[in-house]
T-cell receptor, first 111, second 113 residues
Framework: GNSVTQMEGPVTLSEEAFLTINCTYT??????LFWYVQYPGEGLQLLLK?????DKGSNKGFEATYRKETTSFHLEKGSVQVSDSAVYFC??????????FGGGTRVLVKP | DTGVSQDPRHKITKRGQNVTFRCDPI?????LYWYRQTLGQGPEFLTY????????KSRLLSDRFSAERPKGSFSTLEIQRTEQGDSAMYLC???????????FGQGTRLTVV
């Protein structure tokens, strides 16, 4: 079936460290891929997306590249801030524009 | 536009009671989705509407669950005879149409005691 697998957290980092959160997906075809972020006490927000192979989504210093050959969409940020502490969800589009989410990765950035 | 609005934000109910949640999507958004998120997990799809038509229901949506979107605007999700396993965050999202970004509400947290 169609699923999304992302690395389990929590991930604890120091400010200005490099962040990578791995995400892989299974799918037929080439679904659009997304990263959503959930800050404490807030709803899910779209962080970035990519709609076809080799596309790179980017926003707020975060990047992720749609890799068809490895069915991956890893999230990266070169220098994290305390304000990046949140739960990050990888997701893929399914039929009807509904989303299939990974289990989420909690990131804690310490000053 | 204030985004997707959900009410209530929190609900505590006794097992066996019925509960109803409301979602107001972004105006003019044709598609409305319901998801459920249990602690430490990602959201799981429940059902979605195109205008007032309910187009798909997940197997997670047992016969105790019913969702409506009577006029193609706001939606309600009702859970009858609640069980402790129903405790979760219920998320609503809306999108303008197919293949457009889905915007999420802040969710309704249900606790069944």
């Amino acid at each position: 079936g169609n699923s999304v697998t992302q690395m389990e957290g929590p991930v604890t980092l120091s400010e200005e460290a490099f962040l990578t959160i791995n995400c892989t997906y299974t799918a037929t075809g080439y679904p659009s891929l997304f990263w959503y972020v959930q800050y404490p006490g807030e709803g899910l927000q779209l962080l970035l997306k990519a709609t076809k192979a080799d596309d790179k989504g980017s926003n707020k210093g975060f990047e992720a590249t749609y890799r068809k050959e490895t069915t991956s969409f890893h999230l990266e940020k070169g220098s994290v801030q305390v304000s990046d502490s949140a739960v990050y969800f990888c997701a893929r589009q399914a039929a009807g524009n509904k989303l299939t989410f990974g289990g989420g990765t909690r990131v804690l950035v310490k000053p | 536009d204030t985004g997707v609005s959900q009410d209530p934000r929190h609900k505590i109910t006794k097992r066996g009671q019925n509960v109803t949640f409301r979602c107001d999507p972004i105006s003019e958004h044709n598609r409305l989705y319901w998801y459920r998120q249990t602690l430490g997990q990602g959201p799981e799809f429940l059902t979605y509407f195109q205008n007032e038509a309910q187009l798909e229901k997940s197997r997670l949506l047992s016969d105790r669950f019913s969702a409506e979107r009577p006029k193609g605007s706001f939606s309600t999700l009702e859970i009858q005879r609640t069980e402790q396993g129903d405790s979760a965050m219920y998320l609503c999202a809306s999108s303008l149409d197919l293949n457009t970004e889905a915007f999420f509400g802040q969710g309704t947290r249900l606790t069944v005691v």
